[in-house]
């Protein structure tokens, strides 16, 4: 059976896009060092994910911009985008493999959603490291643009430096309107101004 697995990167982010990947993995794939994205550190992600793109027998890396995210919600853009990179999969899976706990079928195939699936099956640990490079690359590319968030350390997450940035100079266009505490933020520095 050919078993994709699925994860996503940005979730938490007040800024960007929620990027998702998909990978197919040959069978008794093994990998020394594969796991959890957030467990490795950024050499660790980039090493694997040559790796990995290198041996997969199908990758594909998605998506979804700042402004369906506040259209749709994060959970849906999430989902959105893990279904974008399943249909640019050249080799169509039999079974999706769904890191959490939520996911909206995709074109009838049976799937599982694993809690912690990124520290459990390689390919959604590999898929974590896909769409967690990709979105860093992402982050830093846009890192000029706005430089006083400091995106290119805390890629968007909301980090002490990332909120003073909103604090002093506002949200950008990248940012996440319906996110509360990006909001919160520039109401707090609106009412001071």
Aim: aromatic share 8%; net charge positive.
């Amino acid at each position: 059976m050919i078993e994709a697995g699925c994860d996503e990167a940005g979730r938490g982010c007040l800024a960007g896009p929620v990027f998702a990947a998909a990978v197919i993995l040959p069978k008794n794939f093994s990998l020394e060092g594969l796991n959890d994205s957030k467990l490795l550190t950024a050499r660790q992600r980039a090493d694997l994910r040559k790796i990995i793109e290198a041996t997969a027998i199908g990758w594909a890396v998605s998506k979804v911009d700042e402004k369906v995210i506040d259209e749709i919600n994060i959970l849906n853009a999430s989902i959105l985008a893990m279904h974008q990179a399943l249909d640019l999969l050249r080799v169509k899976p039999q079974l999706l493999l769904i890191d959490g706990n939520r996911f909206r079928t995709y074109h009838d195939l049976p799937h599982h959603t694993i809690v912690h699936g990124d520290a459990t099956y390689c390919s959604i640990a590999a898929a974590s490291i896909l769409a967690k490079t990709y979105r860093d690359d992402f982050m830093v590319k846009i890192h000029d643009e706005f430089p006083h968030y400091d995106w290119k350390h805390n890629k968007g997450y909301p980090c002490k430096n990332h909120r003073s940035g909103i604090a002093q100079y506002g949200l950008s266009p990248y940012h996440r309107r319906s996110f509360k505490h990006a909001e919160q933020i520039k109401l707090q520095f609106d009412a001071v101004r």
